[in-house]
Structure formats: structure tokens, C-alpha cells
């Protein structure tokens, strides 16, 4: 019987890392694309709108 262990922690913040600067890039990029400057109540409204969970819960 093999046991699998849980990833070291430092692992999992480097891919949050990882994942936190892409997006960064993405909106930026979006940003200098369109030639307006980030905006973020534009963004925490397209988070609400979708539903997101980034927001924590629904509602609140």
C-alpha cells in the first residue's frame, strides 16, 4: 500500500505565485491593449458579476 503525501507547502505558494503574476500580466496587457488605465472597482465589478469566489462569499 503506497501513501501519498501532501505536497510541501512552499510548493503550493509558488504556484499562487505563478498564477497572481499571470494574471497580472493578462490584465495589464488588457489594459495597454484598449489604452485605459486599470481601473479597480471596473474589476471587483466584473468579479461580482460573474459570481466570483475571489470576492468570498456571494452576498456578503
Given at each position: 500500500m503506497?501513501?501519498?503525501r501532501e505536497p510541501?507547502?512552499?510548493l503550493f505558494r509558488d504556484q499562487l505565485?505563478?498564477?497572481?503574476a499571470f494574471?497580472?500580466?493578462r490584465v495589464l496587457y488588457r489594459s495597454w491593449q484598449t489604452r485605459t488605465p486599470y481601473n479597480e472597482t471596473v474589476y471587483l465589478n466584473v468579479l461580482r458579476k460573474c459570481?466570483?469566489?475571489l470576492l468570498g462569499t456571494p452576498g456578503a
Open positions: 503506497k501513501h501519498f510541501p507547502l512552499h505565485d505563478l498564477h497572481l494574471t497580472w500580466i459570481g466570483s469566489l
